[in-house]
């Protein structure tokens, strides 16, 4: 059975950090593409960020760049997002998910296979 669960999330202000993780389990998580989403309430969700299976390659949405880097351990099966400069407007539930296309970094929804069930970000101003 596959899991995917996020942790880290958590109510800050704005300039504030948090980082995000999300541990995985039931597949072989070194050979998936993993990406971070996001959906703020009344939105659709949308790309934030996403890494490649060696982690070679990574690939950001144009809001986060500059103020969140993903990254992964593949020997510890898990996936994280730094965010440091946190805006309000990165309220949102976050959303891990994998990728069985190894070597490319997909930013469409319908891309991903697996998906966590969502940590809360809110970041007041």
């Known amino acids: 059975q596959v899991q995917l669960v996020e942790s880290g999330g958590g109510l800050v202000q704005a300039g504030d950090s948090l980082r995000l993780s999300c541990a995985v389990s039931g597949l072989t998580f070194s050979r998936y593409a993993m990406g971070w989403f996001r959906q703020a309430p009344g939105k659709e969700r949308e790309f934030v960020s996403g890494?490649?299976?060696?982690?070679?390659?990574?690939g950001y949405k144009d809001s986060v760049k500059g103020r969140f880097t993903i990254s992964r351990d593949n020997a510890k099966n898990t996936l994280y997002l730094q965010m440091n400069c946190l805006k309000p407007e990165d309220t949102a539930v976050y959303y891990c998910?994998?990728?069985?296309?190894?070597?490319?970094?997909?930013?469409?929804?319908?891309?991903?296979?697996?998906w966590g069930q969502g940590t809360q970000v809110t970041v007041s101003s």
């Open positions: 890494i490649t299976a060696s982690g070679g390659s990574t």
């Open positions: 998910a994998a990728d069985r296309s190894a070597t490319w970094v997909h930013r469409g929804i319908t891309e991903y296979d697996y």
